[in-house]
C-alpha cells in the first residue's frame, strides 16, 4: 500500500520563504506627481495670500474696534473722559492722523486732549505692519465722555491694504459713541483708500 503524505506548511513558514515584493513610485511616476503638485500650489497660491490678507484686514479692523470700545466702556466706569488718538510712540498724541502707525487710549484728566506724563495709559497699540493705512476724516483724537458719547468727535476711519479700496473696511463712529463697521460709504459709493 502507498502511503501518499501532504506536506502541510504553516502559514508562518509560508510566508518568510515566499519572496518578499517591494512597490515603489518609478522616476516618471515621481516626477508627474510632483509637477501635478507644482501646478496646483501656483494656481492656489494668489487665493491663499488674499486670504492671509483678508485675515490680516479683519484682526486689525476688530482690534481697532475692541480699543474704541474699551475707551468707551472706561469713560462710563472711571466717569472720566478716556481719549483715543494716533501715536507713533505710543506716548503722545500725533499732530496728524497717522492711525496706521499705532495709537494709545488714556485717561484725560485735564480734558486737554493731549497724554501727560501723570495720565493713565489704559492701552497702546504700536505697528503691527506697513501694509495698511488707516485714514481719518478727522485730525482730533477721539474723545469719550462719561457718559459714552462721543460727540463732536464722529468720524470714519478707513482701513486699507495693497489690494485698494474693493477691499477696504471702515469703522463709522457716531456721536454716541457706538462704532459700526461698513463696506462701503453710507450713500452707497465704495470706499476711498487715497
Not at 512597490?23 to 511616476?29: R, Y
Request: charged content about 20%; proline content about 4%; hydrophobic content about 40%.
Amino acid at each position: 500500500m502507498h502511503n501518499n503524505k501532504h506536506l502541510i506548511l504553516s502559514p508562518h513558514y509560508a510566508a518568510t520563504t515566499r519572496k518578499s515584493e517591494q512597490s515603489a513610485f518609478t522616476l516618471i511616476e515621481l516626477l508627474v506627481t510632483l509637477t501635478i503638485a507644482g501646478i496646483i500650489a501656483v494656481s492656489a497660491a494668489p487665493s491663499l495670500q488674499n486670504l492671509l490678507m483678508d485675515n490680516r484686514m479683519v484682526t486689525r479692523v476688530n482690534d481697532f474696534m475692541a480699543n474704541l470700545s474699551l475707551a468707551r466702556s472706561e469713560a462710563i466706569h472711571r466717569g472720566a473722559r478716556v481719549v483715543l488718538c494716533p501715536s507713533a510712540d505710543q506716548q503722545n498724541c500725533a499732530k496728524h492722523s497717522a492711525w496706521h502707525k499705532g495709537w494709545i487710549v488714556f485717561v484725560d484728566d485735564n480734558s486737554n486732549r493731549k497724554h501727560e506724563n501723570d495720565e493713565m495709559i489704559l492701552r497702546l497699540q504700536g505697528t503691527v505692519n506697513d501694509i495698511f493705512t488707516i485714514k481719518s476724516g478727522s485730525h482730533q483724537p477721539v474723545v469719550f465722555q462719561p457718559q459714552g458719547g462721543s460727540g463732536g468727535t464722529n468720524d470714519t476711519f478707513i482701513f486699507c491694504d495693497a489690494r485698494g479700496p474693493l477691499k477696504a473696511r471702515a469703522i463709522v463712529l457716531s456721536n454716541s459713541g457706538r462704532p459700526r463697521i461698513a463696506h462701503h460709504k453710507s450713500d452707497g459709493k465704495p470706499l476711498t483708500c487715497v
